[in-house]
């Protein structure tokens, strides 16, 4: 059975057949470009992370905080086209939203930790009276990303279809926070 290598013991491998410090140097650029490109991290010109699925991509507010998940986009007025808020949670399960004090309808998806679109709501709308409504998955999630009411239907995403979402730094800050 062939043993699979972790980040540290792979760098060691690598940096251990250079031949001089030129080539250790010309590595770790090749290997930090590499990392770059496949971490699934991108970055708009703004700085912010984005959720990508194949070529699209959408800035992404990234909550963890107890607080902050609780609040969401609530007292809002909108929401950009491309922009969303990722939720990131300490655990995967049926992580139930509603629409309470928010101004304008929403695209729901809610992510497993692989990254992969498990259930989607789309268009609903901003609750107007008490009991407000919610809207729960029907498989466990760790992530939920809210968009602009829409975009899922112009973009073309459905269940099933992997996202590449903030790096793992990102993904598990709700462990740390």
């Given at each position: 059975m062939k043993?699979?290598?972790?980040?540290?013991?792979?760098?060691?491998?690598?940096?251990?057949?250079?031949?001089?410090?030129?080539?250790?140097?010309?590595?770790?650029?090749?290997?930090?470009?590499?990392?770059?490109?496949?971490?699934g991290i991108?970055?708009?010109g703004t700085g912010?992370?984005?959720?990508?699925?194949l070529a699209n991509c959408v800035g992404v507010e990234v909550v963890s905080k107890p607080e902050d998940l609780q609040r969401g986009l609530m007292y809002r007025k909108g929401l950009e086209q491309?922009?969303?808020?990722?939720?990131?949670?300490?655990?995967?399960?049926?992580?139930?939203?509603?629409?309470?004090n928010m101004t304008f309808d929403l695209d729901m998806v809610w992510i497993s930790q692989a990254g992969r679109i498990v259930f989607i709501g789309q268009n609903i709308p901003a609750?107007?009276?008490?009991?407000?409504?919610?809207?729960?998955?029907?498989?466990?999630?760790?992530?939920?990303?809210e968009l602009s009411r829409g975009y899922i239907a112009s973009h073309g995403w459905k269940v099933g279809d992997d996202l590449t979402i903030p790096s793992s730094d990102l993904k598990n800050i709700g462990q740390h926070g």
């Open positions: 043993r699979k290598l972790c980040h540290p013991e792979l760098l060691f491998v690598i940096l251990s057949e250079a031949k001089d410090l030129k080539e250790i140097l010309r590595l770790c650029l090749r290997m930090t470009v590499m990392y770059i490109f496949f971490s991108c970055y708009a912010s992370p984005q959720v990508c699925h491309d922009r969303g808020m990722f939720f990131v949670f300490t655990y995967d399960d049926r992580h139930p939203f509603w629409m309470k609750c107007k009276t008490d009991p407000c409504p919610v809207y729960t998955p029907n498989q466990p999630c760790r992530y939920v990303l």
